[in-house]
């Protein structure tokens, strides 16, 4: 078993399915020779070729038609955007197409597509590269939309999208690409899609977060337990549909929620499993719900990045004042 | 300066607007066979689009987007393509797709505001309608991509009307076409009005079919209501498609004989007498002048035809009428290939609340 970055558990995952797949084709801008700007491809289209790990046009809107065309004629592509933050030309694709499809053809045209896409913040790179945009693809029925936060489940999540038979939103936390080396059995094993991974134990307080926030609420859940403050964490893992089950049991064991995002607040992913706790777990709660999140302001260039992503500090605190409310 | 790169468009008509033989014809167009197939479904598909003015009109369909004026080009198309390749229509291209197979109950079901009526019951590989301008241009070349990843002798056609070559989709789905030498060819149906925007004001390009010239793939122009030239410039395109050589670019001139929908009123912005113009250039008179000067049509099989066609139409709206709507659930059971637990919850709440319960 050997140690991996996310970058490379994801490296990994794409290996195994294009030399066990034959219908897997992977798509996006200098994934080829290049291997990708964050070097995710890297490696791939010396082994299996020009024509299953293709170099596409400048055109997001392009790669994400062309992949619709792809699986209606049964290939499973899986498409790189570069940045998420270069998403938007694609979302008529992947909202109006890709989406509604399967609907719109009562089931006659299905498309396995998996779209990958770098996510977040706190990589000092230049504008427009550190957006945190799910928010845009939850809303749209007929989308998956994930995001893993350790080497591990990375390569098993995206086994899971690429055979998944729907499109799925397949977003990377820029920071966590490199961030730890984690083993990683490269055995071809899918971890199982629409659940929640718990990350720690803890009696006082839930916490739901996903992708690179999941280790700053670690870091602070560790701070916390020196103040006999235990935190139930939950990696939420699929943005959309959300398993509520899993946050809804954890509240009823706690009593407590707080929900962690790097994304803006307004109409943020945070709202909508703050409102499903306040329907259904109303009686559970000893304390208001509590969102620790980006704020609603533009993503700030990198200077101001991580006064913009919410600290471990900040997340301690909302914590402990939600604890000791 | 010197001049680096030159280009020309060239333009094909091979009946004139009397019918005529501007010179030597393909042989499918001796083929009285032939002739008579292609001028059942451009009669069929124009009859079919009058009965569904007509049925929205009567508060029996919902806005409908006719085809009038296109038959030529639409049956043209159809008649070129095989049936395995595939079709990337826009939302009126009814006379390719009833070539194809596509059953007028299906149209009338789709227009009646039931997604059943994309579920084809003959092309299953075919596109349905969409409605999203240019967005299904990428879809072709990412189907032809397919077939060249797979090797096979197969095309893909997408359809865009004059206003949608202004989209970015198009010439990105051109330009990709292009770079990979896809089988792939996209018609523009240049009807000249955008709803209410002639194509003098879309563009200063002076044909559409240059701006294949960017991409770096062939673009040629034809005359629309000629049903003959269209087959034929398809066929070569195509024929040149299938080969490996690439995409092409194929305009076709025709003019819409009708709104741009049931919704639109295109009194309040087309010219007068443009309209009436346009009708002596229509395309089933043209060919049935041919078919005549050929000696292979007369009153009584255009009277038998027409005929046939309406008993065709009344049937389709019988079983457009008879067809239940369909239940909440199917809202629900197409959204993913299973249906996440909150869906479930929905759609029993939809179940209980159901308008007339089914």
């Known amino acids: ?325 | 300066m010197k001049t680096v790169a030159e280009f020309n468009i060239r333009y094909q008509q091979l009946l004139d607007d009397a019918g005529q033989p501007t010179g030597p014809l393909p042989d499918f167009a001796r083929d009285p066979a032939q002739l008579h197939e292609m001028y059942r479904v451009m009669t069929l598909c124009r009859l079919f689009d009058t009965k569904a003015i007509n049925l929205q009109r009567t508060g029996k369909l919902g806005t409908y987007a006719p085809c009038t004026g296109h038959e030529a080009t639409h049956v043209g198309v159809g008649a070129a393509m095989q049936d395995a390749d595939v079709l990337c229509p826009v939302y009126r291209e009814y006379g390719t797709q009833l070539w194809r197979g596509v059953t007028l109950a299906e149209i009338f079901i789709y227009w009646g505001g039931d997604e059943r009526g994309t579920n084809f019951a003959g092309p299953r590989e075919d596109f349905p309608w969409c409605v999203p301008i240019a967005s299904q241009c990428p879809h072709a070349a990412g189907a032809a991509m397919a077939f060249k990843l797979r090797g096979e002798p197969r095309c893909a056609v997408a359809y865009i009307g004059d206003g949608g070559t202004s989209q970015g989709a198009f010439y990105e789905a051109m330009n990709l076409a292009g770079a990979h030498a896809l089988p792939v060819v996209f018609v523009i149906v240049n009807n000249g009005w955008a709803i209410s925007i002639p194509v003098g004001e879309q563009t200063a390009a002076q044909t559409l079919a240059q701006k294949a010239i960017a991409a770096g793939i062939p673009g040629v122009q034809v005359d629309g209501n000629d049903v003959i030239g269209v087959r034929e410039v398809m066929q070569a395109a195509l024929a040149r498609a299938r080969a490996g050589e690439g995409p092409t670019v194929v305009e076709a001139l025709t003019y819409r004989l009708s709104d741009h929908t049931t919704a639109d009123d295109a009194t309040r912005y087309r010219p007068a007498g443009e309209l009436e113009a346009a009708w002596q250039r229509e395309p089933l008179l043209r060919l049935r002048r041919y078919m005549e000067s050929l000696d292979c049509w007369d009153e009584g099989r255009e009277r038998a035809l027409r005929e046939d066609c309406t008993a065709q139409i009344d049937a389709a709206v019988l079983a457009y009428q008879a067809n239940p709507k369909a239940s909440t659930d199917s809202m629900f059971d197409h959204l993913f290939a299973t249906l996440p637990a909150h869906l479930v919850e929905q759609r029993e709440t939809a179940r209980r609340y159901a308008v007339g319960h089914g």
């Open chain 1, 1 to 325: 078993m050997a140690k991996v970055t996310l970058v490379e558990a994801i490296n990994l995952a794409l290996n195994w399915e294009l030399g066990h797949d034959p219908d897997v084709v992977l798509l996006g801008e200098d994934i080829g020779k290049n291997g990708g700007v964050f070097r995710a491809t890297v490696g791939l289209q010396e082994r299996y070729g020009t024509l299953r790990v293709q170099d596409t046009p400048l055109a997001e809107g392009m790669i994400a038609g062309m992949a619709v065309g792809m699986a209606a004629q049964g290939l499973k592509p899986v498409a790189e955007i570069q940045f998420m933050g270069f998403i938007y030309p694609a979302i008529d694709q992947i909202a109006n197409h890709m989406a509604r499809m399967r609907n719109r053809t009562r089931g006659r045209i299905t498309l396995p597509i998996v779209m990958r896409m770098p996510h977040g913040g706190g990589i000092h790179a230049p504008e427009h590269h550190s957006e945190s945009l799910e928010t845009l693809l939850c809303h749209h029925a007929g989308l998956r939309v994930v995001c893993p936060s350790t080497p591990a489940r990375a390569y098993g999540l995206m086994l899971a999208a690429i055979r998944d038979p729907d499109p799925v939103m397949f977003l990377e936390p820029t920071r966590l690409y490199r961030m730890a080396k984690q083993e990683v059995l490269d055995d071809g094993l899918a971890l199982p899609l629409d659940v929640c991974h718990p990350l720690r134990e803890g009696e006082d307080v839930t916490v739901v977060t996903w992708g690179a926030m999941t280790h700053d609420v670690l870091r602070a859940a560790e701070q916390l337990s020196l103040e006999k403050i235990g935190c139930d964490v939950l990696d939420l893992a699929t943005l959309s549909p959300i398993d509520h089950g899993s946050i809804l049991d954890s509240v009823a064991r706690t009593g407590r929620l707080v929900i962690v995002h790097e994304a803006a607040r307004n109409c943020g992913l945070g709202a909508e499993i703050a409102a499903t706790v306040a329907e259904r777990g109303l009686y559970d709660l000893h304390a208001p719900i509590r969102r620790i999140t980006g704020y609603d302001t533009v993503m700030p260039y990198f200077r101001l990045e991580h006064d913009y992503i919410p600290s471990v500090e900040r997340i301690a605190d909302g914590i402990r004042e939600t604890v000791r409310a």
